[in-house]
């Protein structure tokens, strides 16, 4: 068995402290908004996993087919001796294709919220790779983004599953800076990103007709009720998926929005929350992205996009950057030859 160590970074009453600020926050404001991570509660995890076997939700599917032909290209360019994700979960396939992909691979630093998570992948880790360190962290990037200072170097620093649309454009800008920051020269960076498409597809995937996403959607007001003694009724709310074609947003919005004039009690805040007829709760943005966007979000944190892999029908991207000072050590042409990457 493989060494396997978990760090908590998070206090134990961190994610109740800021479960009781952000609803506070987000239901005091107008409009009325909650921060996507609440949907994750062991149920929404698992309604989640249903909603990526979804035939109509293709993010997932595209970005793990993605992944896996270029997974080589990019253990060349990186040269990673140590993988962190960041937003891990449970151990993916997707996790796998780097894994098997980096024969120098010496350490797995996994980076999540949840321990039962981390822990779970741990399990699967040790079995599956007896010789590979693995250090997980318990860390909230939403909030503070403490990279470990792992060895060796250089570090492959992955975050996928384009989650980053899930941050609005000025927290995308703290994030990537912060991560920057905690970054040597020899580092690289592989960011997923969903790329902006026809509406029609983008709305299916986000509002698909057997309602597992409304299910999703639904169940954060569950997690309140459960965690805040709030008297929330899921039923007196719809499931919405909304596009916005705004230039500067080009971003999915899910929202909860009141069939009725309602009043709703959370007794943990001390807090009476009203919603008129047809108040919209936003739950949720997922930005989508266009490379040219990608390369200018990064360049002002401190990256250089190195190269930008698509799908073939370039609807989804894997954004492989790295410091502005990392100097070009390898012939990019010559390592990226694959029909699915446009230069």
């Given amino acids: 068995m493989s060494p396997f160590r978990l760090t908590r970074t998070l206090p134990g009453d961190a994610m109740d402290a800021a479960l009781r600020a952000d609803v506070r926050q987000g239901l005091t404001g107008m409009p009325k908004t909650l921060p996507p991570k609440w949907l994750y509660d062991a149920h929404g995890s698992e309604l989640f996993e249903k909603i990526t076997r979804l035939p109509e939700y293709y993010p997932s599917r595209e970005e793990g087919e993605l992944l896996r032909s270029v997974a080589g290209a990019i253990a060349v360019v990186s040269g990673a001796q140590t993988l962190v994700e960041l937003g891990s979960g449970a151990y993916s396939d997707k996790t796998r294709y780097l894994l098997g992909a980096l024969p120098g691979l010496h350490t797995y630093v996994p980076v999540d919220v949840s321990a039962s998570a981390l822990r779970q992948a741990g399990q699967a880790l040790t079995v599956e790779y007896p010789d590979l360190n693995v ?28 989650t980053i649309g899930n941050l609005l454009p000025a927290e995308r800008a703290t994030f ?36 597992v ?7 954060v007001l569950s997690v309140i009720n459960r965690e805040l003694g709030a008297d929330f009724d899921p039923d007196a709310f719809d499931h919405i998926a909304l596009w ?94 694959s029909p699915s990457v446009r230069p």
């Fill in 244 to 337: 916005d074609p705004d230039p500067e947003r080009e971003w999915i919005e899910m929202r909860l929005r009141s069939r009725a004039e309602q009043t709703v009690k959370i007794p943990a805040l001390d807090l009476t929350v009203d919603f008129t007829g047809g108040e919209d709760l936003r739950t949720e943005i997922s930005a989508k992205f266009r490379e040219d966007g990608v390369r200018r979000e990064l360049a002002a944190a401190g990256f250089e996009l190195r190269h930008f892999f698509t799908t073939e029908a370039h609807t989804y991207g894997l954004a492989l950057a790295a410091p502005t000072a990392l100097p070009r050590r390898h012939t990019w042409s010559a390592l990226l030859q």
């Fill in 176 to 211: 990537l800076t912060s991560l920057r920051s905690q970054l040597s020269e020899d580092d690289t960076l592989l960011l997923g990103t969903d790329l902006v498409k026809d509406e029609a597809d983008l709305i299916a995937a986000y509002d698909d007709p057997a309602g």
């Fill in 135 to 162: 250090h997980a962290f318990t860390a909230d990037f939403t909030s503070d983004l403490p990279l470990p200072d792992t060895t060796p170097g250089p570090r492959l620093v992955v975050f996928l599953g384009s």
């Fill in 213 to 219: 996403t409304a299910a999703f959607n639904k169940n």
